[in-house]
T-cell receptor
């Protein structure tokens, strides 16, 4: 049963620290998305990759957030320095873009910045 | 920009009864996809059902079906024979398919919290 995996599942850190979240997309999927979920804003797209190339990261605060895909099996989302307002659940999703295709979500990383 | 509206923040239904969750959207596109995702307390986002805008026939997946009204830009989810395991947040989502920077991204509604009562 193929699924998207994310690590860590939960992360508590102090303001100013660097945070790295990792995602392993479903094998063979060529699109990867990062979403952030908060009570206030709901689910928002942060970044989007196709064939490992970033296509859209307009939803991401550029000064502190960065997203990369070092290879087809790993996507990372980094926050440096972290701030309390970054506290949220961060989801990774992957899909096989042969047209518009379904996105499959990982279990999310719950980030708490104190 | 596309918007998705779920007007019912919370709903409840008795076990074995039927419930309908509402969703409306706004777009100028003609070709797109609509989805319902379920998020139980485990927080995993689970695909419930998907509808292609070019298809007139409403999608069905076991106890879950949709009422897709393209002209009215409405996409409601009907859950029949509700089960305790259906208790979750339900999110309606829109995906455009045009070629551009915003293509293939999901735009979500704020969600409806559904409680199934024994």
């Amino acid at each position: 049963d193929a699924r998207v995996t994310q690590t860590p599942r939960d992360k508590v850190t102090e303001m100013g620290q660097e945070v790295t979240m990792r995602c392993q997309p479903i094998l063979g999927h060529n699109t990867v998305f990062w979403y952030r979920q908060t009570m206030k804003q709901g689910l928002e797209l942060l970044a989007y990759f196709r064939n490992r190339a970033p296509l859209d990261d307009s939803g991401m605060p550029k000064d502190r957030f960065s997203a990369e895909m070092p290879d087809a099996t790993l996507a990372t989302l980094k926050i440096q320095p972290s701030e309390p307002r970054d506290s949220a659940v961060y989801f990774c999703a992957s899909g096989l873009q042969t047209g518009a295709d379904t996105q499959y979500f990982g279990p999310g990383t719950r980030l708490t910045v104190l | 920009a596309q918007t998705v509206t779920q007007s019912q923040p919370e709903m409840s239904v008795q076990e074995a009864e039927t419930v309908t969750l509402s969703c409306t959207y706004d777009t100028s596109e003609n070709n797109y996809y609509l989805f319902w995702y379920k998020q139980p307390p485990s927080r995993q986002m689970i695909l419930v059902i998907r509808q292609e805008a070019y298809k007139q026939q409403n999608a069905t997946e076991n106890r879950f079906s949709v009422n897709f009204q393209k002209a009215a830009k409405s996409f409601s989810l009907k859950i029949s024979d509700s089960q305790l395991g259906d208790t979750a947040m339900y999110f309606c989502a829109f995906m455009t398919t045009y070629s551009g920077a915003g293509s293939y991204q999901l735009t979500f509604g704020k969600g409806t919290k559904l409680s199934v009562i024994p």
